[in-house]
């Protein structure tokens, strides 16, 4: 029989033994010492089992509880309501991990493309990709959105999205935006040779967000970006598992400092932004760097990383996307910390460079390339004009 074991941290470690049994009855068959033995036979393979115990050193607890899955479906929100639906509520406890056996790991789709597909797409190998963010194009024309999109593809960049508060509007509209982007990427894959994967945002009402990514992809996206946690992680899989909607997923992570900012509550990081989000079908996770203004937790971030590239046994490995507060100069560090499998995420680290947005791009091109190549940022700036320029301006490291 399969099973769900999750792990919590607890506010306090007095009288664990307790609250970790009442747990594991409460949130499965209610109450067991007083029923008759025939109706606890009956229950034996609903009931929850209490897997460890830890008295931490700073007066919290850990413990660890299995929940049967003949309790539920084998689905995100099942799960997740099981686990740490009613008992998100009971004062300070974290939900930590989640570990699913084989018969449910193989219920979900996990990452279409994943690493390696799309490293196949972009023909780029055995180096981090670099995307960029449209910047500034609230209340712009579609003029202006494809100008935008060629000056990126032109700077050397592997992937461009949208903002994820690009929402659809008169004066960009999905089909059409897709449209003209589609058509500065092949300009500038005519003057380059290089191919430049474009994420459009999908967006509207929960019940719209089949057909809307549809119609994108039927206009020639070939990459979305969804806000997941404003609709949820099962949309998420219905994006991924619909047979017409045949092109990565990029999670966007808008909205769930609500649930892991706390140390105390809500959902650990890499378990909701790492784990669960390569369950549901994510190919690319992005998530806050360690190193910018909205800085996460290093601990956390690599906590993301190591969960969405992990060899597994029936999902491919999605792409960490370290993003805000990235530019040239961390490249080497970014490289270091998130390995050749992960994605370099930049905004203003790209638009704000002095020479413009292909200028920047060419900057963290050649910062990358020469990383690979095992030379030092002052050795690779000699060589390039761009990403001298940028180390003067946001200098190099952290």
Not at 118 to 137: C, E, H, T, W
Not at 197 to 206: D, K
Not at 228 to 236: A, R
Not at 253 to 270: D, F, N
Request: hydrophobic share 40%.
């Amino acid at each position: 029989m399969g099973e769900v074991t999750a792990t919590y941290l607890v506010g306090d470690s007095k009288n664990l033994e307790k609250k970790a049994n009442g747990i594991a009855i409460g949130l499965t068959v209610g109450s067991w010492t007083d029923l008759l033995l025939v109706e606890q036979e009956q229950l034996q393979k609903h009931k929850g089992s209490v897997k460890s115990i830890e008295e931490l050193p700073d007066g919290k607890g850990k413990i660890t509880i299995a929940y049967p899955s003949a309790n539920f479906t084998s689905d995100l929100p099942a799960i997740i309501t099981t686990t740490f639906g009613k008992l998100s509520l009971d004062g300070e406890i974290k939900l930590l991990d989640l570990e699913l056996s084989d018969d449910l790991k193989k219920a979900f789709p996990g990452p279409q493309f994943g690493v390696d597909g799309i490293r196949q797409q972009i023909n780029a190998y055995d180096r981090p990709l670099l995307m960029s963010i449209f910047k500034g194009v609230i209340g712009r024309d579609l003029t202006y959105i494809q100008e935008q999109m060629k000056a990126q593809a032109l700077g050397g960049v592997d992937v461009v999205k949208d903002d994820e508060i690009l929402f659809e509007n008169k004066l960009s509209p999905l089909v059409d935006r897709v449209k003209v982007c589609k058509q500065a990427l092949q300009e500038s894959y005519e003057e380059t040779g290089k191919r430049t994967l474009y994420a459009v945002n999908v967006t509207g009402r929960t019940y719209d967000i089949i057909d809307q990514a549809r119609r994108a992809v039927d206009a020639g996206a070939e990459a979305l970006l969804f806000n997941v946690f404003s609709y949820g992680l099962d949309v998420l899989q219905a994006l991924a598992e619909d047979q017409e909607i045949n092109v990565p997923i990029m999670a966007h992570p808008a909205y769930a400092g609500a649930l892991i900012s706390s140390p105390q509550y809500g959902v650990a990081a890499p378990l909701l932004l790492g784990k669960l989000l390569r369950l549901a079908g994510a190919d690319f996770i992005l998530f806050p760097s360690p190193y910018g203004s909205v800085a996460m937790n290093k601990e956390d971030t690599l906590g993301i990383k190591n969960y969405a590239i992990a060899e597994d046994t029936f999902h491919k490995r999605a792409f960490p996307v370290p993003s805000a507060g990235i530019h040239p100069g961390l490249v080497p560090q970014l490289i270091e910390d998130f390995g050749v499998d992960s994605i370099i995420n930049a905004g203003g680290g790209i638009h704000g460079h002095p020479g413009g947005t292909i200028a920047g791009g060419q900057a963290f091109v050649a910062a990358i390339n020469g990383v690979m190549r095992g030379e030092t940022l002052e050795e690779i700036a000699k060589g390039s004009e761009e990403l001298a320029t940028a180390i003067t301006l946001w200098g190099s490291g952290k």
